[in-house]
């Protein structure tokens, strides 16, 4: 895979899910995320690896341990744009916007917590991710079960449609914020940024960034969005993906 840079990119921001984890909680290949631990080990004195971070719908424990696993040292966006968590010093906090809306994310849960036809993943602080009780209930139309729960009740939060459930996410909040919020702690524009991703709701992000990147598992219309499509899946894609910036940024710096 050639990538052609007008300037380096000095992060590498990863979605979890389908990316750095297979769907259907599938076992970790540890081989290939020790591999991107090590690059990621690299960029503290390397300047053509970017540095490794996440920008992922997971709540802040999940996030955290993926921290520890891989060393990354930058923030994390946590919880579709919920909020940043950092290692060292170890600290996570929620935007204001999210603060002030988490009441309204408790009337929804409660909502939920009525029906007998979907559950809600445990963990979540500022937003919801809904799965269906039963597995063979597809995603779209519990999108659309979803939609019409919230507007009969008045409750205003934002439909994102995941591979294997619905998140339901404070309106003015969503990965694209989150990306923007840690760009402005780190100091980089975004499009020294690349990202890879696999769901609807990774393209606001990844299109802000100066590369992106799809697995195979991820869904046609994000292959076509982003500016390559890598032919492998989920966490081989996102290591290929890592080396291939790595000798851009080298090839651009005369290095290669």
């Given at each position: 895979m050639r990538i052609d840079l007008d300037r380096p990119i000095r992060v590498f921001a990863c979605d979890i899910d389908g990316c750095l984890a297979a769907v259907d909680h599938a076992p970790y290949d540890l081989e290939r995320l020790h591999a991107i631990a090590e690059l990621n080990r690299a960029s503290a004195g390397d300047p053509t690896v970017p540095a490794l971070t996440f920008v992922t719908g997971r709540p802040h424990g999940y996030v955290d341990a993926f921290m520890q696993a891989l060393e990354v040292r930058l923030p994390a966006s946590f919880e579709n744009g919920a909020g940043?968590?950092?290692?060292?010093?170890?600290?996570?906090?929620?935007?204001?916007?999210?603060?002030?809306?988490?009441?309204?994310?408790?009337?929804?849960?409660?909502?939920?917590?009525?029906?007998?036809?979907?559950?809600?993943?445990?963990?979540?602080?500022?937003?919801?991710?809904?799965?269906?009780t039963d597995p063979a209930w597809p995603v779209p139309e519990l999108t659309e079960t979803l939609r019409g729960v919230l507007e009969g009740h008045g409750l205003p939060l934002d439909v994102d449609p995941s591979t294997g459930c619905v998140n339901l996410l404070l309106r003015g909040t969503d990965k694209a914020t989150g990306l923007l919020e840690l760009c402005a702690v780190v100091d980089v524009d975004a499009d020294e940024v690349a990202g890879i991703g696999d769901a609807v709701g990774d393209l606001p992000w990844l299109r802000r960034c100066g590369v992106s990147f799809a697995p195979t598992n991820a869904l046609a219309e994000v292959r076509a969005a982003v500016t390559h499509a890598v032919d492998l899946p989920d966490v081989a894609a996102t290591l290929a993906a890592y080396e291939a910036l790595v000798a851009a940024n080298r090839a651009h710096d005369g290095q290669g």
């Open positions: 940043l968590a950092v290692r060292q010093p170890y600290r996570a906090w929620l935007s204001p916007t999210v603060e002030r809306g988490r009441s309204l994310i408790a009337d929804v849960e409660r909502v939920l917590g009525e029906r007998g036809d979907v559950f809600v993943q445990l963990g979540k602080v500022a937003s919801l991710s809904v799965f269906p």
